[in-house]
């Protein structure tokens, strides 16, 4: 049952980092980089670098990390009554 209970916590935080990489793949145009040249990779990755200094990338991660954080809470607390 634990073990059942620690996937489910790490599942949630799973799909979070996934779909906040996907977004800022999205954000930095990477998917529009056809050919991995050197300069073309170098691009992305700055375009990478500077969407994750940017408040509009991170606003949209506080939510995404806060419905985790309550998710992992509730599992928690669902294995806690569990147990008991």
């Known amino acids: ?23 800022l793949l999205r954000l930095a145009c990477v998917a529009q980089l056809r050919q991995w040249e050197e300069v073309r990779l ?4 700055n375009r990478i670098w500077w ?3 940017q408040d509009a990338y991170w606003r949209g991660v506080h939510p995404d990390c806060v419905k985790a954080i309550e998710l992992s809470l509730m599992i928690f607390l669902i294995g806690w009554g569990l147990a008991f």
Not at 11 to 19: E, F, I, S
Not at 42 to 45: I, V, W
């Open 1 to 23: 049952m634990a073990l059942l209970l620690q996937l489910m916590i790490a599942g949630v935080w799973a799909t979070t980092l996934v779909m906040q990489t996907r977004r």
């Open 42 to 45: 170098r691009s992305g990755l």
């Open 51 to 53: 969407w994750l200094g």
